[in-house]
T-cell receptor, first 119, second 114 residues
Framework: AQTVTQSQPEMSVQEAETVTLSCTYD???????LFWYKQPPSRQMILVIR??????QNATENRFSVNFQKAAKSFSLKISDSQLGDAAMYFC????????????????FGKGTHLIIQP | DAGITQSPRHKVTETGTPVTLRCHQT?????MYWYRQDPGHGLRLIHY???????DKGEVSDGYSVSRSKTEDFLLTLESATSSQTSVYFC?????????????FGPGTRLTVL
């Protein structure tokens, strides 16, 4: 079974600065998908970014980018020019390639990192 | 917005009572999921569906059942609620027709079992 580890329960950053959230995962698969989701106080889960393991290029969405290191099984999220609205819980998630049944077809989440933005 | 609604949004119930949570989607997505979120655990998969009347168990399925009699609705039932089932429940869909498509989530249901 795959596991996802977020080693930073909480991070704090000054507004306009850059912060990096860490995520590592354990898998024996070669093809898979990785995600970062944001959960603000409203509780809504919001997709931040998606990475396909077969793509070497790191995904980017505006101020959000990832550093995907497949050999190291690492998938960190970098937030540039942090804004007050970025304050939230951030979850890293893993998804296997293809349908395998037996309960393996959802996302496997880490426990989250609480990001605080200091004004 | 993936057109997902959940009802009720909040519910308080007593131990031993049956509870049904509803997930409704408007965009004909094939794959639907139920997760629970507890402090210190992130989200964990309860059950999922890959079509009408086609469902399978997830990581934490004990004490839960699901049904999907039509594409747009995925029901999660707690036959006899226990305090350990106090949680926030999220429904999700896979956008597009592939199980590996990105999952989008509903707004969540906060369930409290006294």
């Amino acid at each position: 079974a795959q596991t996802v580890t977020q080693s930073q329960p909480e991070m704090s950053v000054q507004e306009a600065e850059t912060v990096t959230l860490s995520c590592t995962y354990d898998t024996s698969e070669s093809d898979y998908y990785l995600f970062w989701y944001k959960q603000p106080p409203s509780r809504q889960m919001i997709l931040v970014i998606r990475q396909e393991a077969y793509k070497q290029q790191n995904a980017t969405e505006n101020r959000f980018s990832v550093n995907f290191q497949k050999a190291a099984k690492s998938f960190s999220l970098k937030i540039s020019d942090s804004q007050l609205g970025d304050a939230a819980m951030y979850f890293c998630a893993y998804r296997s390639q293809g349908y395998s049944g037996g309960g393996a077809d959802g996302l496997t989440f880490g426990k989250g990192t609480h990001l605080i933005i200091q004004p | 917005d993936a057109g997902i609604t959940q009802s009720p949004r909040h519910k308080v119930t007593e131990t031993g009572t049956p509870v049904t949570l509803r997930c409704h989607q408007t965009e004909n997505h094939r794959y639907m999921y139920w997760y629970r979120q507890d402090p210190g655990h992130g989200l964990r998969l309860i059950h999922y569906s890959y079509g009408v009347k086609d469902t399978d168990k997830g990581e934490v399925s004990d004490g839960y059942s699901v049904s999907r009699s039509k594409t747009e609705d995925f029901l999660l039932t707690l036959e006899s609620a226990t305090s350990s089932q106090t949680s926030v429940y999220f429904c999700a869909i896979s956008e597009g027709g592939q199980v590996t498509d990105t999952q989008y989530f509903g707004p969540g249901t906060r369930l409290t079992v006294l």
